[in-house]
């Protein structure tokens, strides 16, 4: 079976910082795409950022120059690494693996971990 487990969220004051991590399982993640997603409160969930299988990475405008992408495939983990925070940041944050195959496309998500960006 297929697990995307999310790690690191919590409560930080606007201008701290944050890594997340995932760790999956199930896949041969080295051949997969990552992505971060977030859902903010009255929010539509958006791509924070993504990494490819080759480590090209893209993120969304709003966190461009404070929060960077990275994997680590001997490990089998994406990490999120935020700084800079501000309360917009606040949102659960979604682990996403992604592949299109010779059989079809591929797509997992993990359970989501809470990021709260507070004074």
């Known amino acids: 079976q297929v697990q995307l487990v999310e790690s690191g969220g919590g409560l930080v004051q606007p201008g701290g910082s944050l890594r997340l991590s995932c760790a999956a399982s199930?896949?041969?993640?080295?051949?997969?795409?990552m992505a971060w997603y977030r859902q903010g409160p009255g929010k539509q969930r958006e791509l924070v950022a993504r990494?490819?299988?080759?480590?090209?990475?893209n993120y969304a405008d709003s966190v461009k120059g404070r929060f960077t992408i990275s994997r680590d495939n001997a490990k089998n983990t994406v990490y999120l690494q935020m700084n800079s925070l501000k309360p917009e940041d606040t949102a659960v944050y979604y682990c996403?693996?992604?592949?299109?195959?010779?059989?079809?496309?591929?797509?997992?998500w993990g359970q989501g971990t809470q990021v709260t960006v507070s004074s």
């Open positions: 199930g896949i041969i993640f080295s051949i997969y795409a």
């Open positions: 996403n693996a992604g592949m299109v195959g010779g059989t079809g496309n591929y797509n997992y």
């Open positions: 990494i490819t299988s080759s480590s090209s990475t």
